[in-house]
């Protein structure tokens, strides 16, 4: 089928005009006044009801979807997802509206000409998606690429361990390469997206980056493969005494995240990973995918003078998503 949700698209468009013509609120349970989704904060708490609904309304039992991001635009959440049919994957965007009432799982692009349901713009780049080049990055003498994540994530963690290859392979550009985490602080706790054991992790790997950084890497690397925070302590040498100390210290951990959380905030992200490269929001796809070489390259780009190391060639296979939800 061109578009699995097309059908499903109709549907929802006639319950929602019913809806307005008997006055109620939900577009599910019409008889109830029930919404489909919870209202929440952020998007990501909808965005995953949104496809959980899809998951288990909207698609056939040999297919999947899955979470890929979710951002605002034009007012309402965009849900990028990635759908999974026995014909490949491919990525499908649905639209929710802020309050969580009503999704729509295909779009319309009004005064643009003529555009199938289901395909959208980026309201950022105007008609069609212009893949940035080396020329196009912002560079400065020593660059800084920031990858905001959270632990628990699969696709966060993809791209911890992508860094973490690149500074295995080329150590100089550690210093260029900053991970940071996307959470909030909420009475005086780290709250992140995938709850609580999340937010703990997040902040414990706030605290080793801060005042262990020689066993950062080795760190994240273990519990990428084996998230077990309590033996990979352990093995890669964490002091679990001034660990303890910094995550119970408000002036410390707490300090640390908040840090974090605020130029999330400043830089409007939403999703994990983002990469950050000198203030600027980039894309590793544009360079090549999800992989070593890639991110290594576009950090190197943001080089105005590239060091030798740049000359590097590092792996360029996909990485593999980890375990988590995101």
Not at 72 to 100: H, L, P, Q, W
Not at 213 to 225: G, L, Q
Not at 266 to 275: E, M
Request: hydrophobic share 35%; charged share 20%; proline share 5%.
């Amino acid at each position: 089928m061109d578009n699995p949700w097309k059908l499903v698209s109709i549907i929802f468009i006639l319950l929602f005009a019913l809806s307005v013509i008997l006055g109620l609120t939900g577009s599910y349970d019409l008889a109830s006044g029930n919404t489909l989704f919870s209202k929440s904060s952020g998007g990501y708490p909808a965005a995953r009801e949104a496809v959980s609904f899809i998951s288990n309304n909207l698609i056939g039992t040999d297919e999947s979807v899955k979470l890929l991001n979710v951002t605002e635009e034009s007012g309402v959440y965009r849900i990028s997802t990635e759908f999974t049919s026995s014909t490949g994957n491919r990525t499908i965007n649905a639209y929710m509206t802020k309050d969580g009432k009503y999704l729509f799982p295909a779009s319309y692009q009004l005064g643009a000409g003529s555009q199938k349901p289901g395909s959208t713009v980026p309201a950022a780049r105007g008609p069609a998606a212009v893949k940035k080049t080396c020329a196009d990055i912002k560079k400065q003498d020593s660059p800084v690429i920031e990858a905001f994540v959270v632990s628990r994530c699969p696709y966060g963690t993809q791209m911890q361990e992508i860094l973490a290859d690149v500074v295995a392979k080329i150590p100089d550009l550690s210093k260029n390469i900053k991970v940071r985490y996307i959470g909030e602080i909420s009475n005086g706790t780290v709250q992140s997206m995938h709850g609580s054991p999340e937010a703990v992790e997040n902040l414990r790997q706030i605290c080793i980056r801060e005042e262990q950084p020689a066993t950062y890497w080795k760190y994240v690397s273990c519990f990428i493969s084996s998230p077990s925070s309590e033996t990979c302590e352990k093995s890669t040498g964490v002091d679990t005494s001034k660990l303890s100390g910094c995550i119970s210290n408000e002036s410390r951990g707490i300090r640390y995240a908040q840090e974090d959380f605020t130029r999330s905030a400043t830089y409007g992200v939403s999703g994990s990973p983002t990469l950050i490269l000198n203030g600027v929001t980039v894309s590793e796809f544009d360079f090549g995918g999800r992989t070593p070489e890639a991110v290594k390259s576009l950090l190197c780009c943001g080089f105005n003078t590239q060091p030798d190391t740049c000359a590097i060639s590092l792996g360029t296979l996909q990485a593999g998503t980890g375990q988590g939800t995101c």
